[in-house]
């Protein structure tokens, strides 16, 4: 049996080779183009039911004609690439087997420029023409039918080899091929008329957003996160990418030069950070439209919304409240619904927040105590759960804190709808006397707004602006 099943992979991996549209070698791929294309189709319905399409047709339409050009100078010209834009506040793009790409309103509203979107386009461009998400798939399910073997092999039950190669298809990549696409989307942006230094703009741009979220990190006590590896796998002075630039000017022919760049007129109007529907923080508010309901945090306090989560955070992360909602199944009350979650509770507590009914207590959960609460809203249920970051430490020194946000909740106010709109971008004409300082004093966004003015207009940490240059604000 063991030599049947020896004879059975090697032939498998015999014939599971393919030949790479880009190096014209043979590549070990475990998929067919068709089934390539499927597996796009199928990943890109489960994306759209994840992500909401941002809302302007305009802007789609121009995003989709910078992408369809710079994929006809591409290794896979014959495939039909889909450019979407998602409407995430996440500094992040990708893209799917088949020419299905992303990019995030988050990303975009950091770019300057219509040659530093091609650059993100065309570096997503080369991880589908250089097949890098099939060749990840390909790999995980050899893993997997190995790890089988061997499990059979040993008289257990075989793993889950589709779980493990889906999860390897939407992963970071590693360096390698992370240059490579770098190396791709540069030859394909300069053949479209760009120049391949945008890509080092880009990186300048998401390097920035790297040490800006260590940072932030670090105020919250969290890990910092990154755009999909790339920029991690990339120093700032990365040799190996230099070269990679200066060579495609050596090597390929430049298309024709573009007249005029209107990046900045197509993004006029972009939401800027939450979208109407996730609601609208302003400094220590949190405004939603949609749901009827404010919240407030303490002046030290942070607020982060997050797509299934409102988290109101300490300084330095030590207390964390935490806000989900449920709909409603049953007919009962605040506290049968606790209870029915609910063990281990102490302290407990009918309240009425503001019209609201609603239950809390105190409970042991994983080795320490938290607040815990719950609020009922029309045919929906708001539930509470407030911890600390050191489980050694007393709730009580932060449980005033959690009370306190949870007896904010109540419905806006008539003149309070208005500030449940976005943020959005607008350009802005440098005067005589402004700095990022005088500028931020007069912005909306929620949270450290000299640093994200200077981020959006690529300025960060601590560039001075010149007078009549024409940058991004928020409104």
């Known amino acids: 049996m063991k030599t049947k099943l020896l004879i059975f992979l090697s032939l498998g991996l015999l014939c599971s080779c393919s030949v790479n549209p880009v190096t014209g070698r043979q590549d070990f791929v475990m998929i067919s183009e068709n089934q390539e294309i499927q597996m796009g189709r199928e990943y890109n319905s489960q994306i759209l039911k994840q992500y909401q399409v941002y809302k302007d047709q305009r802007l789609q339409e121009y995003v989709q004609s910078i992408g369809e050009s710079l994929a006809l100078k591409s290794h896979r010209p014959n495939l039909v690439y889909r450019f979407t834009v998602l409407d995430s506040p996440d500094i992040n793009a990708f893209a799917l087997p088949g020419g299905y790409i992303y990019i995030n309103r988050g990303l975009m509203s950091y770019l300057s420029t219509e040659e530093e979107l091609a650059a993100v386009l065309g570096h997503e461009i080369g991880h589908v023409t250089a097949r890098h998400s099939v060749r990840q798939y390909s790999q995980a399910q050899l893993m997997g039918i190995l790890s089988t073997a061997i499990e059979i092999n040993s008289g257990r039950t075989a793993g889950n080899i589709a779980n493990l190669a889906s999860g390897a298809l939407l992963s970071g990549y590693g360096r390698d091929m992370e240059l490579e696409a770098d190396d791709l989307g540069a030859q394909y942006i300069y053949q479209d008329g760009y120049s391949p230094q945008g890509m080092y703009e880009v990186l300048s741009v998401l390097k920035d957003q790297e040490i800006y979220s260590k940072k932030i990190a670090e105020q919250r006590g969290q890990e910092p ?124 507590q009918n309240i009425v927040v503001n019209g609201f009914e609603g239950f809390t207590s105190k409970a042991y959960r994983s080795g320490r105590t938290v607040r815990m609460a719950v609020l009922f809203k029309n045919d929906q249920v708001y539930q509470f759960i407030g911890y600390l970051k050191d489980k050694y430490s007393d709730i009580d020194q932060f449980d005033e804190s959690f009370l306190k946000i949870i007896n904010s909740f109540r419905k806006l106010q008539n003149d309070e709808f208005s500030l449940s709109k976005p943020l959005r971008l607008t350009s802005y004409k440098v005067k005589k006397g402004d700095t990022y300082k005088t500028l931020a004093s007069k912005s909306s966004i929620n949270i450290n707004a000299e640093d994200q003015l200077r981020l959006i207009n690529g300025d960060y940490p601590n560039k001075s602006l010149d007078e009549g240059r024409i940058i991004k604000i928020v409104k």
Do not use: C
């Open 225 to 348: 996160r990154s755009y999909h590896g790339v920029f991690a796998s990339h120093p700032s002075n990365d040799l190996r990418l230099q070269e990679v630039l200066d060579n495609v000017g050596n090597s390929f022919q430049m298309g024709e030069k573009k007249e005029e760049d209107t990046y900045l007129e197509k993004i006029e109007g972009m939401v800027f950070g939450d979208s109407e529907q996730s609601g609208i923080r302003r400094g220590n508010d949190f405004y939603h439209g949609p749901l009827n309901l404010y919240m407030s945090s303490p002046d030290t306090w942070e607020i982060i919304n997050t797509p299934n989560t409102l988290i109101f955070i300490s300084p330095f992360g030590e207390a964390i409240l935490e806000m989900t909602l449920e709909d409603l199944n049953f007919k009962e009350t605040p506290e049968s619904y606790m209870k029915r979650f609910a063990s281990n509770t102490f302290e407990d």
